[in-house]
């Protein structure tokens, strides 16, 4: 089969596809005949080494692919041939087969096309859970989020979502195209992602009382600015650091504004802690699939490339000025 397979670490623009073998189906798994992978900045660091897992050589990166249930192995029920799904994946995504434990498998609807249908797991379902689970941010309605990076894949889901909560949103973005985005995708207020003015832009915009939480996949300054605009008892959650930068996170302010961080790495729920986490992770995904049939949330592609398009695809995700989610197709006829 075709594949992205890593020998070594490697910069994203010196990724090729070669021919390695079909990945057989064990008890508890569900091999999957790719249609579409998602392509995402974490991925990027992940080929390069510097994501913080690093998996033996030679491995197929890939962290979400879509497509029709090739087989089932012993054990697994839930799912048949032909089925149309989208798994969680720890690595293998970036090929024509996959094989996946059942517990990260999980059904699609018919009118979602596979492209759009990885940002289900590449972004929707770690922003619900952030926005919804009693230790995160567990958000309410009339409440007030200030989400970062509001033109990515992460902050368009969140604002989605969030608003469908009854949330006010206030987004952050880097250009007008990058807010226009955002307002179109729910947010209440749309401001520019500059962090020397970010409180002052917040505290304007909420009279003063600062925001509930914050939702932040970007890092940086933004995240350290991000603390002074919660309200006290407001909480942060830093979802990942687009920004390439780690911030520190200032201990006093936590103690005199009576804050918290809640770190969220969905891969230990979807991986770590599989077996007992399975359950609130299907519903989330459930919820996903019903608020795309209602209308609520509009995943999409809007980037796409074929396979072998691959150095373009990460190319297009790692360009500061691209909006919304990249995917590659794994033929000319994947929807």
Request: hydrophobic letters at 45%; charged letters at 15%; proline letters at 6%.
């Amino acid at each position: 089969m075709r594949a992205v397979v890593i020998h070594e670490w490697t910069p994203p623009e010196r990724l090729t596809v070669s021919q390695t073998p079909k990945p057989a189906c064990g008890p508890g798994q569900v091999l999957i005949r790719v249609q579409s992978a998602a392509v995402s900045h974490s991925l990027a660091l992940l080929v390069q080494g510097k994501y913080q897992r690093r998996p033996p050589f030679p491995f197929v990166p890939g962290g979400a692919a879509a497509g029709f249930v090739e087989s089932t192995g012993v054990g697994a029920i839930r799912f048949s041939a032909g089925d149309r799904v989208i798994a969680s994946l720890e690595l293998g995504g970036l090929a024509e087969y996959v094989v996946a434990p059942e517990a990260n498998v999980y059904a699609i609807p018919h009118t979602l096309p596979f492209s759009s249908a990885n940002a289900l797991t590449s972004a929707y379902n770690s922003a619900l859970a952030a926005l919804t689970w009693p230790h995160l941010l567990h958000v309410q309605a009339g409440q007030t989020l200030l989400v970062h990076g509001g033109a990515g894949g992460v902050g368009t889901a969140a604002t989605e979502m969030a608003r469908a909560l009854g949330v006010n949103v206030i987004a952050t973005a880097s250009s007008e195209a990058k807010r226009a985005w955002a307002l179109a995708h729910g947010a209440t207020h749309a401001i520019d992602a500059d962090p020397a003015r970010l409180r002052d832009s917040v505290m304007a915009l909420t009279k003063g009382r600062g925001v509930d939480g914050v939702l932040d996949p970007v890092g940086g300054d933004l995240f350290i600015e991000s603390l002074r605009c919660l309200r006290p008892e407001g909480r942060i959650v830093p979802i990942g650091f687009a920004s390439g930068h780690i911030p520190q996170i200032p201990a006093n302010l936590l103690l005199v504004k009576n804050i918290a961080v809640c770190g969220l790495y969905m891969g230990y729920y979807k991986f770590d802690a599989r077996e007992r986490h399975e359950g609130e992770v299907r519903r989330i995904f459930d919820q996903l699939s019903a608020w795309f049939v209602a209308g609520v949330i509009k995943p999409e592609a809007t980037a796409v490339f074929a396979l072998e398009k691959v150095r373009e695809a990460f190319a297009t995700v790692l360009k500061r000025e691209h909006i919304g989610h990249v995917a590659l197709l794994m033929n000319e006829m994947s929807p």
